[in-house]
Nanobody, 125 residues
Framework: EVTLVESGGGSVQAGGSLRLSCTAS????????VGWFRQAPGKEREGVAA???????KYSNSVKGRFTITQDKAKETLYLQMDNLKPEDTAIYYC???????????????????WGQGTQVTVSS
């Protein structure tokens, strides 16, 4: 069983920054991926960024160069630094985990079972 709890959402103007955090109990596994997803009103949930135990990362094209995913394994915490935010980044952001995963062979669809409760990010123009 894996539990995840997000924090750090909020409201910001376009061009601003926010940092999301997620405490995750997945760090007990020898291999895993942890990632950030988002869902905007009327849209499907999409993968944003992911990282595995070896610190290999993957980003969606829409956030590459603006968002940075990192993790502190000692604190069992995942982060998403979001810079140069745009109104289209407005969404509920979720963290998710997939034990046994490696980013080089990962697909966004394999995150099925372990999700946080979500945190709202609102970017105004």
């Amino acid at each position: 069983e894996v539990t995840l709890v997000e924090s750090g959402g909020g409201s910001v103007q376009a061009g601003g920054s926010l940092r999301l955090s997620c405490t995750a109990s997945v760090y007990k596994y020898n291999s895993f991926c942890v990632g950030w997803f988002r869902q905007a009103p009327g849209k499907e949930r999409e993968g944003v960024a992911a990282i595995d135990r070896e610190d290999v990362t993957k980003y969606s094209n829409s956030v590459k160069g603006r968002f940075t995913i990192t993790q502190d394994k000692a604190k069992e915490t995942l982060y998403l630094q979001m810079d140069n935010l745009k109104p289209e980044d407005t969404a509920i952001y979720y963290c998710a985990a997939d034990p046994g995963c490696h980013v080089p062979t990962m697909t966004w669809y394999q995150f099925r079972n372990y999700w946080g409760q979500g945190t709202q990010v609102t970017v105004s123009s």
